[in-house]
Nanobody, 125 residues
């Protein structure tokens, strides 16, 4: 039974950086497309940044362009979300997901063979 575990969230000031990790067990992450999603309090979950299994970007939220990037460490079976120049509106629970198909920004319902439990990111003003 595969699973994803996120880590790296925390409290950071406006303009700061965080790197979130998403580590897989029970399956090879490099065989999957990856998506990072977030959910702010009182809001729907939204896609942040998603890549194909070949790391080609398939979706990026306009507001994070130039600030967030995805990278993989296949040896560690881990994907990272590097977040720079953070803003208070980036606050939320960040979750990673893996699926055999690519996510292009359609409804995320039904997408994701695996989902992590999420990690909290709080950006103070």
């Amino acid at each position: 039974q595969g699973q994803l575990v996120e880590s790296g969230g925390g409290l950071v000031q406006t303009g700061g950086s965080l790197r979130l990790s998403c580590t897989a067990s029970g399956f090879e992450l490099n065989d999957y497309a990856i998506g990072w999603f977030r959910q702010a309090p009182g809001k729907e979950r939204e896609g942040v940044l998603c890549v194909s299994r070949n790391d080609l970007p398939s979706y990026i939220l306009d507001d994070v362009k130039g600030r967030f990037t995805i990278s993989r460490d296949n040896a560690k079976n881990t994907v990272y979300l590097q977040m720079n120049n953070l803003k208070p509106e980036d606050t939320g629970v960040y979750s990673c997901a893996a699926d055999k198909t690519v996510w292009y920004g359609q409804s995320w319902y039904g997408w994701g063979d695996y989902w992590g439990q999420g990690t909290q990111v709080t950006v103070s003003s």
